[in-house]
T-cell receptor, first 113, second 112 residues
Framework: GESVGLHLPTLSVQEGDNSIINCAYS??????FIWYKQESGKGPQFIID?????DKRQGQRVTVLLNKTVKHLSLQIAATQPGDSAVYFC????????????FGKGTLLTVNP | DAMVIQNPRYQVTQFGKPVTLSCSQT?????MYWYQQKSSQAPKLLFH???????NEADTPDNFQSRRPNTSFCFLDIRSPGLGDAAMYLC???????????FGSGTRLTVV
């Protein structure tokens, strides 16, 4: 089912370090996954996506890893910058042909200069 | 060049007074979603449309209704807002058969 938490997990890193944000998804039938970045007062911003037939995908400074065996998704951000500070959500297309997009619990990333 | 536009950005309504939030899109996508997001929580799906087919989530309160008069517009109606309905409301779109979702900037609803 959908996870809704009252307190966001937090990750604090130093500028220039690499960040790893983890997400456990719920539906083994989900076939498409997305990472979103959300800054305060704004809508979710697309970062990177991955289909279930892949286990790794790279973008600019970001990498997404998918482990379907344990239903785990991770987002790696290389050389983290202060502008990366935000809440990060994973989302899954959990409805198959219904295209139902559900979100996992977010993680608050804070980058210290 | 906003592609999913939500109006207004901020909405204040009185307790129990019906309110409508609007979403429009220039992408001609056939699927539109409404999410509710409360502070420090993940967006929660309320319902979505595939064309005119309405799909309600099982736990969406009856107080929330939606209309999609055409491809471009989708409305969220809250019939009797309560204090617990104060939240950010997000609209999103996608095209069935393709991948990728586009979100609007959201409407922050305050109930007084």
């Amino acid at each position: 089912g959908e996870s809704v938490g009252l307190h966001l997990p937090t990750l604090s890193v130093q500028e220039g370090d690499n960040s790893i944000i983890n997400c456990a998804y719920s539906n083994s039938a989900s076939d498409y996954f997305i990472w979103y970045k959300q800054e305060s007062g704004k809508g979710p911003q697309f970062i990177i996506d991955i289909r279930s037939n892949m286990d790794k995908r790279q973008g600019q400074r970001v990498t997404v890893l998918l482990n379907k065996t344990v239903k785990h998704l991770s987002l790696q951000i290389a050389a983290t910058q202060p502008g990366d500070s935000a809440v990060y959500f994973c989302a899954e297309n959990s409805g198959g042909s219904n295209y139902k997009l559900t979100f996992g619990k977010g993680t608050l990333l804070t980058v210290n200069p | 060049d906003a592609m999913v536009i939500q109006n207004p950005r901020y909405q204040v309504t009185q307790f129990g007074k019906p309110v409508t939030l609007s979403c429009s899109q220039t992408l001609n996508h056939n699927v539109m979603y409404w999410y509710q997001q409360k502070s420090s929580q993940a967006p929660k799906l309320l319902f979505h449309y595939y064309d005119k087919d309405f799909n309600n989530e099982a736990d969406t309160p009856d107080n929330f209704q939606s209309r999609r008069p055409n491809t471009s517009f989708c409305f969220l109606d809250i019939r009797s807002p309560g204090l617990g309905d104060a939240a950010m409301y997000l609209c999103a779109t996608t095209q069935r058969g393709a991948y990728g979702y586009t979100f609007g900037s959201g409407t922050r609803l305050t109930v007084v």
